[in-house]
């Protein structure tokens, strides 16, 4: 996939803006035992509360970005936050999107096959750190729960 210029990898594109967002590189360095790149993978729905998107859906483990330390203090020991690429783009359950691909906490990716089954939590928590708008155009500013297009 190349973005509308055509010149440039999406995903070289993706990782700059990231990068420049948070003002420091992705690392590439994979974590031992996490999913690989191209794994696909279910976004689920939390079974405590309406969300943190809309629908579940399939996606793939996208290589922007190595899984990283969910540092939250609500996150679970060891989980980690992957970059996930949607199959269609989807709405969060506050109604922001569509996004195209999301930084989402491990607790909501499953297997990608039928019959997989999440861990949910009692409590409401920020599920996604970031987001990309399903425009490959640069973001020019950074919303709540993403990246919104110009």
């Not at 990608?112 to 409401?124: C, E, K």
Request: proline share 11%; aromatic share 8%; glycine share 12%.
């Amino acid at each position: 996939m190349t973005d509308s210029s055509g010149s440039v990898p999406a995903d070289v594109g993706d990782r700059r803006a990231m990068e420049n967002l948070l003002g420091r590189p992705l690392s590439q360095t994979w974590p031992t035992g996490a999913w690989a790149p191209g794994s696909r993978v279910k976004v689920v729905r939390d079974p405590d509360w309406d969300g943190p998107w809309q629908a579940e859906f399939p996606g793939t483990i996208d290589a922007m970005g190595v899984p990283e330390p969910n540092e939250h203090v609500q996150a679970l020991s060891g989980e980690l936050l992957y970059w996930v690429t949607f199959d269609t783009p989807q709405y969060d359950s506050g109604g922001g999107g569509p996004y195209r691909k999301a930084q989402i906490w491990g607790r909501y990716l499953t297997e990608g096959r039928a019959g997989a089954r999440s861990v949910g939590m009692s409590q409401r928590m920020p599920w996604v750190t970031s987001c990309l708008p399903r425009s490959n155009r640069p973001p020019n500013q950074v919303a709540h729960l993403g990246i919104r297009p110009m």
